[in-house]
């Protein structure tokens, strides 16, 4: 079983990643590619009685989060009592003993949470975000192209510095600003690339432009919010129980149970007031077994947005934005290649000259320090 180092982040002078900062690197890439391309391929070409509900699939995600969150949060209270001599991330004792404690670990701390809900329901506004987010995205993935919508949806940059400097106060500089207007003028020429491409013979016939978008700029929105909300809790004054600041993994568990939650009540409301194709309301129509239209694929896309939640929050622990930046750029490329192979994903001109743009766009954004540098050495 592979470990995590207890180490601090690594210095930003530093020019070469470690072989975990790469393993964390590999594994973000294939999540984010895996994910596109899957959700895509579920949704592409597939009748509307046959497909999975996707709020059935969000919530099975935010289940099987919650529960290795839990696990998470158990080891990390095995931990503390039971001090490693090693760098390891698991307590030094064998498996059978750590198996053994973990009830009783994993009680501990959920009394914890529970003992402190009104730090608890800090959480609860991205959890909604967020649950709105994941379930958008497969409106506009059934609508949009693999490579479109990966490259599209990196203007989540853009509104999440805009949200950054409203709920943070938080300062750019220059040279990330210009970023910004880049990266939105690459999606610009991305997305009028596609027009052309629709308002001729080349359009899917089962795909609308207009809806795909939508849908982006929508779980952009959403995504900014939520993220920037959940770090204004997480970097805040909000503590548990004993007085210290309430840990990553604990705000994994609350966000994960909200999202369930809310997800449930959704899903309520949505089959009440829901009507078929016909226009009749669905309560008139036999309903659908649970997890109708499930597939391989289907489970496989809830281990991988489970474990890319984990991937994450990871990554904002050990590491920086920098590589996630790299990490969003490779898969962009990594996809974008798999799709044109296996998807028969055309790439035009327009493309390649707005997906370049928005690449180099995030990077400059990223490496704003490195940049500025090099322009001042001219």
């Known amino acids: 079983m592979s470990t995590l180092p207890t180490t601090a982040k690594p210095s930003a002078r530093?020019?070469?990643?470690?072989p975990f900062q790469l393993m964390l690197l590999s594994l973000m890439v294939v999540q984010?590619?895996?994910?596109?391309?899957?959700?895509?391929?579920?949704?592409?070409?597939?009748?509307?009685?046959?497909?999975?509900?996707?709020?059935?699939?969000?919530?099975?995600?935010?289940?099987?989060?919650?529960?290795?969150?839990?696990?998470?949060?158990?080891?990390?209270?095995?931990?503390?009592?039971?001090?490693?001599?090693?760098?390891?991330?698991?307590?030094?004792?064998?498996?059978?003993r750590l198996i053994t404690l973990m009830p009783s670990a994993v009680g501990t701390e959920i009394s914890k949470i529970l003992a402190n809900p009104k730090n608890s329901m800090a959480v609860s506004p991205p959890a909604a975000l967020y649950l709105f987010q994941n379930n958008i995205l497969y409106l506009a993935l059934e609508n949009l192209s693999a490579p479109v919508f990966q490259v599209c949806y990196q203007s989540k940059l853009v509104t999440t510095a805009i949200v950054s400097v409203l709920l943070l106060n938080r300062k750019y500089e220059k040279i990330q600003w210009i970023s910004l207007v880049l990266l939105g003028i690459g999606v610009s020429v991305v997305v009028l690339g596609e027009q052309d491409n629709s308002e001729g013979d080349g359009g899917p016939k089962d795909q609308n432009l207009t809806v795909g978008l939508i849908a982006v700029g929508l779980a952009s929105l959403s995504s900014a919010f939520a993220g920037v909300y959940f770090e204004k809790v997480v970097k805040g004054k909000n503590s548990g129980s004993n007085g210290k600041p309430t840990s990553l993994w604990v705000r994994n568990v609350e966000l994960a149970f909200f999202s369930l939650v809310f997800s449930f009540v959704f899903g309520i409301f949505s089959e009440m007031f829901a009507t078929n194709s016909a226009g009749d309301l669905k309560s008139e129509v036999p309903a659908k077994p649970f997890?109708?239209?499930?597939?391989?694929?289907?489970?496989?896309?809830?281990?991988?947005?489970?474990?890319?939640?984990?991937?994450?929050?990871?990554i904002v622990k050990y590491i920086d934005n920098v590589v996630k930046g790299l990490a969003t750029g490779v898969a962009v490329v990594v996809s974008t290649t798999f799709s044109c192979l296996f998807?028969?994903?055309?790439?035009k001109y327009q493309f390649a000259l707005g997906g370049i743009t928005i690449l180099a766009s995030v990077w400059a954004f990223s490496n704003h320090e490195k940049v500025a540098k090099i322009l001042r050495d001219r």
């Not at 839990?70 to 004792?93: A, K, Q």
């Not at 694929?297 to 474990?307: E, P």
């Not at 998807?343 to 790439?347: A, F």
């Open 14 to 18: 530093e020019t070469a990643f470690t």
């Open 291 to 314: 997890l109708h239209g499930f597939t391989a694929t289907t489970y496989a896309l809830i281990f991988l947005q489970a474990g890319g939640g984990l991937l994450v929050a990871a």
């Open 343 to 347: 998807l028969g994903t055309e790439v």
């Open 32 to 96: 984010n590619c895996a994910v596109v391309l899957l959700g895509r391929y579920s949704q592409a070409g597939v009748a509307a009685e046959d497909k999975f509900s996707v709020k059935t699939l969000v919530a099975l995600t935010e289940a099987m989060k919650l529960f290795a969150c839990v696990i998470l949060i158990g080891i990390d209270n095995i931990r503390e009592l039971n001090p490693s001599r090693s760098d390891s991330y698991l307590p030094d004792m064998p498996l059978y």
